[in-house]
């Protein structure tokens, strides 16, 4: 039989899924073997499902059918296991949740008397055929007809030797044998990726590693004219008839809901209905508006049309238990669309009266359940966690997984590593590459710094292979799959890395290719801070505060936004929100909506920031190409700046159904890496001609969508969070005070680092007490001086002192507090290292005055003999305290702030800043003056659509100063712009009303004037 006539179905394959032991991508084998005339494969990750996905869904594509199976090690023996139908599928699932369950993460643990699978295909490959009979003889009575030995002819030494051993046992028990090689590259020029990835997996370098590597480059996929070559014509015949006799595919996986949270002797849909409408009058009094009546009944008949009850029941349930456990949390994303949502408060958003989209949130033509977000306060969400396994039992409800992939600092230092290229040289390369430069490609950039010669060839090429592979899965932020029947005959469950925790082996992409539900619990440190802000304040008037009594549309907030004065307030704290918001200047809630918005690559990229700027302030006359256009588009005044209104527009001037709309909106998403909103423009385009709308609007309406494409901004999303950005903004400017308190409590999170909310409270004339083990707590607390509200800071900022040592030294603190160092160290019988914390922080100055005489008294305690132990050394020896300078040093070394001079204060005293400007010197400058300033780099932003502009925060003694530095002016001068802690910069600056900001014309580093001090910036988040 020619080769071109001889079926075949590769029966055995490991992606890089089977993390570390394979070198392609799920979708590359299933390309490669359609293209070689493949009938089938099947893809056996070890112990793993976790690429199936990504493989049905590219098999789909190439036409291509695809085989669920894995691969196990038992007893050195290799075991794979191929699903026939549904059921199997559920077995092979289950196994893997067995096998995985029982190790910590990464581990599995396989036993023979797990392998009960009677709707499974079962090939064997003995380590020693010799020495299996019985091994054999035992699983022939459990597989029966479904057992096959495998038969591999991979040209390894001793291959010939245990094949003839294979086909003797094959005989003896009268099984069949079938072609299996086993494969783990799509193509041959992936092996050098493959020993890479085993070293890597090994701990050892390529020059160490030995025989432990692959002898030759045989585990790809072959051509048949090459099977045909190695493999008996019944061994081939054979993987067509195994693969005729696999017939389940993941499209047939259906979700059912959980049903328990139905009172008995009620439908789901009437229980829904019957606490939405409960909802909705708390909402809106005993009479709900008649508006409103209508949407409810809208999305109810959606609902059950669609069959969606339970789920919109289950995370009613999961908010009633944070209301009763008086956990904040906010819904957000598209929920916010939906009248159900607002009524059983899943969501604070009222979408009557913000003019949302439900299709945004549930469609007919979508078929798949709705997306809810829900946040809830980052501290307190594990409590949520918690009650979702108690009630559904860790059987039922697990995580999603999040794929945790190579980037190119991981890439980089392991193949370094592997290749043997010294540890320096590749720390040098890191640090001195800029990949978000477009106009020089990193593989130069690391040439030009000294990366040349074979082996740095090699290390480039496989870096740009090992680019986003898989290197280990990782739980997902909040994605919770919860199901009605065992989670583990859906998809495997293992163990996290964290205690308490399990997760699925599938991502949200995965869940969603497959339309299975997923509810995220989200968390959200603003969350926290408001809450413990509330609290504060609650205690500090004597009744208790919520966030409703918080009061709408203050003018004073605004005002104080319009200054951007907002570090510390959420979602508009960035330099560039608070760049926007002297020119937008909100005054009300939707003003907020649309700032949080508007300051996005969609908008940014489509043209429509200035064109809204200039139409707010009078500038630019608002216009309507017809009624139904100015529906969509007046509330922003003519302009689309929210994705709702980009697919509202298609349906009204386009004539799209809903279903169409979202079907574009996920376009818009997805239109870089396929280019699918291509398709839309020809039905966009003819829609509106036939609607009377000019072309010149058309393509405007286009450009605007491709805006969209790079990231539009929801509405829903904007309204739920411009609720907690009022908030925090009113809480900031009344209680200024106890929301920097909170702030510092709920680290980390935001955008500032502890030191900058500090100096931010103490410009606003803000009082801060220092570190003191007399007085602080573990937490910052909010005290009373002279009746006005103060920080203390807590001893949680103290580096190297634990929360622990901390609670021991509280329970045996004194009402009033220790009196000498000796009362300290023989109450708390601290570790040396905590108490040398302590004393490092200066938190131990009451008692000795400051950090040098704290440690000399410490080493005397260190020093007495047990006997003397109760009695307090005497000394008679004073040491002078550090210098200014030291002790600044030294508290940014400890505790990441100082309460004393600003670093650049003493540097400016001492001469080192001659000419430099301070940030607050900038505001009287003029535009287009040539200015020179210096500052602790504190931040370094390059949005992805600002065309390779990067905004750069310099800090000093006075406040913040913003500095542009084009493209151009960053690649000259590559060192200083990427690595300066300490910057000095020349340029111009620009005024445009209240924003000012300096344009870098020449970089400086001077990082050596401050190479004492620990201060980090945030880079490039």
């Not at 929801?714 to 309204?719: C, F, L």
Request: net charge neutral; glycine share 8%.
């Amino acid at each position: 039989m020619a080769a071109s006539e001889t079926g075949f179905a590769q029966l055995r394959s490991a992606s890089n899924y089977s993390f570390l032991q394979g070198a392609s991508h799920p979708d590359e084998l299933v390309q490669q073997a359609a293209e070689l005339g493949y009938d089938a494969l099947a893809l056996t990750d070890e112990c793993s499902l976790a690429g199936v996905v990504k493989a049905h869904m590219a098999a789909k594509s190439a036409g291509l059918k695809l085989i669920v199976g894995s691969e196990f090690v038992l007893d050195q023996d290799r075991l794979i296991l191929l699903a026939m139908n549904r059921v199997g599928y559920g077995e092979l699932s289950a196994l893997i949740t067995l096998a995985r369950r029982r190790c910590d993460k990464g581990q599995y643990r396989l036993e023979w008397d797990d392998l009960t699978l009677p709707n499974c295909l079962l090939l064997w490959a003995p380590a020693a055929p010799t020495e299996a009979l019985e091994r054999g003889r035992w699983l022939a009575r459990r597989f029966a007809e479904r057992i096959f030995l495998v038969a591999e002819r991979m040209l390894r030494g001793g291959e010939g030797e245990w094949l003839t051993a294979q086909e003797a046992l094959a005989r003896q028990l009268e099984v069949p044998m079938v072609a299996a090689d086993p494969v783990r590259m799509h193509e041959k020029a992936r092996q050098p990726l493959l020993d890479a990835l085993t070293c890597i997996r090994l701990g050892c370098s390529l020059e160490q590693a030995g025989g432990r590597l692959a002898g030759n480059a045989e585990a790809y996929l072959k051509p048949r004219t090459r099977l045909v070559q190695r493999h008996r014509a019944e061994w081939l015949a054979s993987t067509v008839s195994l693969a005729s006799r696999c017939q389940f595919s993941l499209d047939e996986l259906r979700y059912e809901y959980p049903a328990e949270l139905v009172p008995e002797g009620m439908s789901a849909s009437d229980h829904l209905r019957q606490e939405t409408l409960k909802g909705a009058r708390r909402r809106y009094g005993e009479a709900v508006p008649e508006s409103v009546s209508r949407q409810l009944e809208q999305e109810f008949a959606l609902i059950d049309e669609l069959g969606y009850h339970y789920f919109f029941l289950t995370i009613y349930d999961i908010v009633q238990f944070a209301k009763r456990e008086a956990i904040l949390h906010q819904g957000r994303g598209s929920a916010a669309n939906s009248v159900v949502c607002y009524c059983l408060g899943i969501t604070e958003v009222d979408p009557t009266k913000v003019n949302l989209l439900f299709e945004r949130f549930l469609s007919r033509e979508r078929d798949e359940p709705p997306d809810i977000d829900v946040d809830f306060e980052h501290q307190r969400r594990e409590e949520v966690i918690q009650y979702i396994y108690r009630k559904y039992g860790r059987g039922r409800a697990a995580l999603a997984a999040t794929v945790i992939s190579y980037r190119f600092k991981s890439a980089m230092r392991d193949l370094g590593k592997v290749l043997g290229i010294d540890e320096g040289l590749i720390e040098r390369g890191l640090r001195g590459v800029d990949r978000r430069d477009p106009s020089q490609p990193w593989q130069a950039q690391l040439a030009a710094l000294g990366l040349t010669g074979p082996r740095a060839l090699l290390l480039i090429r496989l870096v740009e292979q090992l680019l986003g592979f898989p290197r280990h899965l990782s739980q997902h932020v909040g994605g919770f799959v919860i199901s009605a029947g065992p989670l583990s005959e859906l998809v495997p469950v293992e163990n996290a890395a964290m205690a308490e925790r399990t997760v699925i082996q599938w991502d949200k992409d995965d869940l969603e290719a497959l339309g299975l539900l997923k509810v995220d619990i989200l968390a959200l440190g603003m969350l926290s801070a408001i809450r413990r802000c509330l609290q504060s304040v609650g205690q500090w008037r004597g009744q208790p505060m919520a966030l409703a009594d918080v009061v709408a549309d203050d003018p004073a907030v605004y005002d104080m936004l319009c200054r951007a004065d907002s570090v510390g307030v959420f979602q508009i704290e960035s330099r560039a929100q608070s760049n926007m918001l002297p020119r937008l200047r909100p005054r009300s809630y939707y003003d907020l909506v649309v700032q949080i918005a508007i300051v996005r690559p969609g908008p940014i990229q489509g043209d429509m920031v200035h064109p809204y700027l200039k139409r707010r302030h009078g500038l630019e006359p608002v216009s309507y190409p017809s009624e139904a256009v100015r529906e969509v588009l007046e509330r922003t005044l003519g302009v689309p700046i929210f994705q709702e209104q980009v697919i509202k527009l298609a349906m009204v001037a386009a004539g799209f159904s809903g279903g169409e709309a979202d079907k574009l909106r996920r376009a818009m998403a997805s239109w870089k890496r396929h280019g699918e909103l291509e398709k839309f423009e020809r039905k966009l385009k003819q829609g509106m001609a036939e609607r009377g709308y000019s072309a010149e609007f058309a393509d405007q309406i286009f450009r605007q969508i491709r805006g969209f494409g790079e990231y539009g901004f929801p509405e829903s999303h904007s309204a739920s969070f411009a609720l907690l950005a009022y908030a925090s903004a009113w809480l900031k400017y009344h209680y200024p005070v106890a929301f920097t308190c909170a702030l510092l409590n709920s680290q980390p999170m935001g955008f500032y680092t502890p030191s900058q909310l500090v100096q931010d409270l103490q410009r606003h004339n803000g009082q801060v007490l220092p570190l003191s083990v007399n007085h602080s707590q573990w937490d910052h607390q909010v005290e009373a001086v002279q009746g006005q509200m103060a920080l203390r800071l807590g001893l949680r900022l103290v580096k190297g002192l634990s929360r622990q040592a901390v609670e021991t030294l509280l329970a045996v603190r004194p009402e009033g507090g220790f009196s000498s160092v000796h009362q300290l160290v023989s109450l708390a019988r601290l570790d040396r290292g905590a108490l040398e914390a302590l004393a490092s922080a200066d938190a131990l100055a009451e008692l000795a005055g400051h950090r040098h005489q704290a440690r000399w008294l410490l080493a005397g305690e260190a020093q007495q003999l047990p006997l003397f132990a109760e009695l307090e050394p005497t000394t008679d020896v004073t040491l002078s305290g550090p210098d200014e300078a030291e002790g600044i040093v030294a508290d940014y070394q400890q505790t990441g702030l100082s309460l004393g001079r600003h670093p650049l204060s003493l540097l400016r005293e001492q001469g080192q800043l001659a000419r430099c400007l301070t940030a607050a010197q900038l505001l009287s400058c003029q535009h287009g003056q040539l200015v020179q300033l210096a500052g602790l780099v504190v931040g370094r932003q390059r949005p992805g659509t600002a065309s390779g502009v990067t905004f750069i925060t310099l800090e000093d003694e006075t406040g913040n100063a913003n500095v542009v530095v084009w493209a151009d002016t960053a690649r000259a001068q590559r060192q200083p712009y990427l690595t300066a802690r300490l910057l000095k910069v020349n340029g111009i600056l620009e005024r445009e009303g209240e924003v000012i900001h300096v344009i870098a014309g020449r970089l400086e580093d001077w990082s050596e004037r401050i190479r004492h001090l620990s201060v980090r910036s945030r880079d490039f988040r």
